[in-house]
T-cell receptor
Framework: GAVVSQHPSRVICKSGTSVKIECRSL??????MFWYRQFPKQSLMLMAT?????????EQGVEKDKFLINHASLTLSTLTVTSAHPEDSSFYIC????????????FGEGSRLTVL | GENVEQHPSTLSVQEGDSAVIKCTYS??????FPWYKQELGKRPQLIID?????GEKKDQRIAVTLNKTAKHFSLHITETQPEDSAVYFC????????????FGKGTTLSVSS
């Protein structure tokens, strides 16, 4: 299957700082990538849909000025959590569809963000 | 948009018993229905999926059924083993529209020996 790599896997930062998370498709081109957030013992909640070369589409309740998404190439999408606060601490995970027609989405390893 | 409901939220079974998890979806345009197993702190692992042109799919001890008319699909695990203990998520998407997967709230399955 297609491989999606996410970095960093863990990050700890101070409140008020910004953190960038990278999501790369290693063996395929991803026109569209999806960003999810997962709080402890909860489900994966879609944050935004990232489209190469255009603005991301954010889900209701997700602040686009706080969660900046850039999809500048067909293999890289980044999520920047700006002015992070403790309530932003979560597991962030990206996904993309490969080149097959099965409908399957491939997930990155996820990034555990802890804001102190 | 799509809304996926999943039940039960927790399920405890004895080793060797069967486990069934049920999901319903709202968007008739959804045509792809995967099931994931997730261990703590890790990415979801696809265990089985089904598309809307199929009513049932089986892979060893795991099977999924889909009822398009009623908009519900179920995961069946037979002969459960302790290593089946995990959180399971159902999801739905419309691959034609290139939309994201929308997940159910998850089921914590505990298999005791």
């Amino acid at each position: 299957g297609a491989v999606v790599s996410q970095h960093p896997s863990r990050v700890i930062c101070k409140s008020g700082t910004s953190v960038k998370i990278e999501c790369r498709s290693l063996d395929f081109q991803a026109t569209t990538m999806f960003w999810y957030r997962q709080f402890p013992k909860q489900s994966l909640m879609l944050m935004a849909t990232s489209n190469e070369g255009s603005k991301a589409t954010y889900e209701q309740g997700v602040e686009k000025d706080k969660f900046l998404i850039n999809h500048a190439s067909l293999t890289l999408s980044t999520l920047t959590v700006t002015s992070a606060h403790p309530e932003d601490s979560s597991f962030y995970i990206c996904s993309a569809s490969g080149t097959s027609s099965t409908g399957e989405l491939f997930f990155g390893e996820g990034s555990r963000l802890t804001v102190l | 948009g799509e809304n996926v409901e999943q039940h039960p939220s927790t399920l405890s079974v004895q080793e060797g018993d069967s486990a069934v998890i049920k999901c319903t979806y709202s968007d008739s345009a959804s045509n792809y229905f995967p099931w994931y197993k997730q261990e703590l702190g890790k990415r979801p692992q696809l265990i089985i999926d089904i598309r809307s042109n199929v009513g049932e799919k089986k892979d060893q001890r795991i099977a999924v059924t889909l009822n398009k008319t009623a908009k519900h699909f179920s995961l069946h695990i037979t002969e459960t083993q302790p290593e089946d203990s995990a959180v399971y998520f159902c999801a739905a998407r419309s691959e034609w529209a290139g939309t994201a997967l929308i997940f159910g709230k998850g089921t914590t399955l505990s298999v005791s020996s």
